[in-house]
């Protein structure tokens, strides 16, 4: 199992519809999480971030954390086009003093 | 607040050339990564510093690859010699702190295209 993991899509959504972007982790990663959006030709820049168990809401985005089953979502309310991007999950390893693991993204396209 | 900065933003080379980027992260930032990005995946690290130390190196291809952080402020990652698939953007990434899981903070990337 890869350390951190996400469907490469792409998923397309209509604009205005939720978008739901869903990530799993296996047991090398600690539980702490990261979504980064990344716009094609560009670096990776942060979203949110979780470290509790449950949801936590950021205007347009609210990201999800379970740990008994080891996943990761996050929810974009209202999508837009310029919502579309690739979205990179990140873990924190347990013993790897802060770095992160990132998932293979997940290409999301808004259409008008 | 500056970012990190990275250069140079785009290089083509040949297989077997040597090639260097640069990286200057956050004032203040302790914490210096790595990460190579190939189209199409996730960002996948290559070396962790803290100040001028190494704190991971176990994924870079150290026969080919070097980085160094003499002054615990920028750094310089060395392909020699390079070989087609290490065309990639090289991204490095700085932090405050070591402790639990940082928040990283991106350059623009180094773009490396290898004939």
């Known amino acids: 199992q890869k350390e951190v993991e996400q469907n490469s899509g792409p998923l397309s959504v209509p604009e205005g519809a939720i978008a739901s972007l869903n990530c799993t982790y296996s047991?090398?990663?600690?539980?702490?999480f990261f979504w980064y959006r990344q716009y094609s030709g560009k670096s990776p820049e942060l979203i949110m971030s979780i470290y509790s168990n449950g949801d936590k809401e950021d205007g347009r985005f609210t990201a999800q954390l379970n740990k008994a089953s080891q996943y990761v979502s996050l929810l974009i309310r209202d999508s837009q086009p310029s919502d579309s991007a690739t979205y990179l999950c990140a873990g924190g390893g347990r013993d790897q003093g802060g770095k992160l693991i990132f998932g293979q993204g997940t290409e999301l396209s808004v259409k008008p | 607040e500056a970012g990190v900065a990275q250069s140079p933003r785009y290089k083509i080379i040949e297989k077997r050339q040597s090639v260097a980027f640069w990286c200057n992260p956050i004032?203040?930032?302790?914490?210096l990564y790595w990460y190579q990005q190939i189209l199409g995946q996730g960002p996948k690290l290559l070396i962790q510093f803290q100040n001028n130390g190494v704190v991971d190196d176990s994924q870079l291809p150290k026969d080919r690859f070097s980085a160094e952080r003499l002054k615990g402020v920028d750094s310089t990652l060395k392909i020699q010699p390079a070989k087609l698939e290490d065309s990639a953007v090289y991204l490095c990434a700085s932090s405050l702190s070591v402790a639990g899981a940082n928040v990283l903070t991106f350059g623009a990337g180094s773009r490396l295209t290898v004939l």
């Open positions: 047991d090398r990663v600690s539980q702490s």
């Open positions: 004032s203040g930032h302790a914490t």
